[in-house]
């Protein structure tokens, strides 16, 4: 733990701080999306080798999740937040000058390597600093990050687009995120101790909790709806739909917005209805109309674009607020690695790329369905969810 408490604005500085990288943490990761259209060109790739793009990331992502807990024996949090940051940014630049598709695909691989060492310690230095009675109004401020990263991702890819080629959008963001990690080396505070690396012990008892494997089902459907949808819906609207490429990055764009004024009242949501209850509202809302979104006709699409991602700002704050609960201090950064190395490897990569291929046999409206039925017939699990609450802080 810290060795001082913090401060109340110490506390808010750090919130800011931590937020500001993973947005941009995440935004790396989703960035390749709005690109997409541009990169199959540009490439000359086909459907499923495009979504073999975030396969590789969540390859590289998820070997991180479970390789960054040997991390711990060496470094704190803060400087593992700080080393994911700078690291993100340069992957994003060899990614963004490689020449060959095997230079992309190692960049790639590399991104997510780098990216997914962020999340255990930047839950974990939060949680740490900040009172548990809070966590769910201070988590719903982290997850502000990915919902602004959502809109921002298809306005800053049409915007720098009209200047440079989207190697150099990508080069940009990656700049932004070394000098973020610089800033947080010199400003930033908190998160100054050591996790608990993973061994046999604590993995064992992991692995035994009914818990932990629903909680993994919970967020694999989650993150297919949020992500998993958001990566290929550009190349569902334009290639399957007939949308332009321009037209549907910023109608994409503006559809998320309403998410991020959910994110803001998540917090107040899950502790109000519990994060619980919260979790499985979110899901069956994601999964009805993901399902939608991929049977509607023509004049019903636009409205379901927007309808589509509107609770899913809220899933994330309550399921990371019970993953907290559910683990102590010392263990949480395994438990949250864990938990979200099966769900993003299945979420973000594995689903992205079955749409893609279900997309090049001209299915892309079935795969879009499928994934929602996934989401609704996962809330079944809700029954089995049985935990007793840790409530350290």
């Known amino acids: 733990m810290d060795k001082a408490p913090l401060s109340f604005s110490s506390k808010v500085c750090l919130l800011i701080f931590v937020t500001s990288i993973f947005f941009l943490n995440f935004l790396s990761r989703i960035l ?7 990169i199959e060109k540009d490439l000359g790739l086909v459907h499923a080798e495009a979504g073999s793009f975030f396969l590789l990331i969540s390859i590289g992502y998820c070997s991180s999740l479970v ?19 700078i690291a993100t940014g340069i992957a994003l630049l060899i990614v963004a000058v ?63 687009l009209k200047v440079c080629s ?25 998160g100054d101790f050591k996790g608990e690396p993973p061994n046999f012990t604590n993995l064992g008892i992991l692995m035994k909790q009914p818990a932990f494997w629903i909680m993994m089902i919970f967020f694999s459907v989650g993150i297919a709806s949020s992500m998993g949808v958001f990566s290929m819906l550009p190349l569902y609207l334009v290639a399957e739909r007939g949308y332009d490429r321009s037209y549907a990055n910023i109608i994409i764009g503006i559809s998320r917005i309403p998410p991020v004024v959910m994110a803001l009242i998540s917090g107040w949501i899950s502790d109000r209805l ?52 559910i683990s102590s201090d010392n263990v949480r950064n395994i438990f949250i690695s864990m938990t979200i190395f099966f769900a993003y490897l299945i979420g973000a990569g594995l689903i992205p790329t079955g749409m893609g291929v279900l997309g090049d046999a001209g299915q892309f409206a079935l795969a879009i369905s499928l994934t929602g039925c996934m989401v609704l017939m996962s809330v079944v699990l809700f029954r089995y969810l049985r935990y007793e609450e840790n409530q350290n802080s």
């Open 274 to 325: 519990g994060p619980k209850r919260t979790m499985k509202y979110a899901l069956i809302f994601n999964g009805v109309t993901t399902i939608l979104l991929g049977i509607v006709p023509d004049g019903w699409l636009l409205f379901m674009v927007f309808m589509q991602p509107m609770l899913s700002a809220c899933f994330f704050p309550a399921g990371f607020t019970v993953l907290s609960r």
């Open 166 to 190: 989207w190697q150099g959008v990508l080069a940009f963001i990656g700049a932004s995120s070394i000098l973020l990690g610089l800033l947080f080396l010199r400003f930033g505070r908190g």
């Open 67 to 85: 390789g960054s807990g040997f991390l711990f024996r060496w470094l704190t949090h803060r400087r593992i937040i700080i080393l994911s940051s």
């Open 32 to 38: 390749p999306a709005p690109l997409m259209p541009s």
């Open 98 to 160: 490689g020449k060959t598709h095997w230079a992309i695909n190692l960049g790639l691989v590399l991104l997510g390597l780098v990216a997914g060492a962020y999340l255990p310690s930047g839950i974990t230095t939060i949680t740490s600093s900040i009172r548990a009675g809070n966590w769910g109004k201070a988590i719903a401020v982290h997850e502000l990050a990915p919902a602004v990263a959502y809109i921002a991702a298809p306005f800053i890819s049409e915007l720098l």
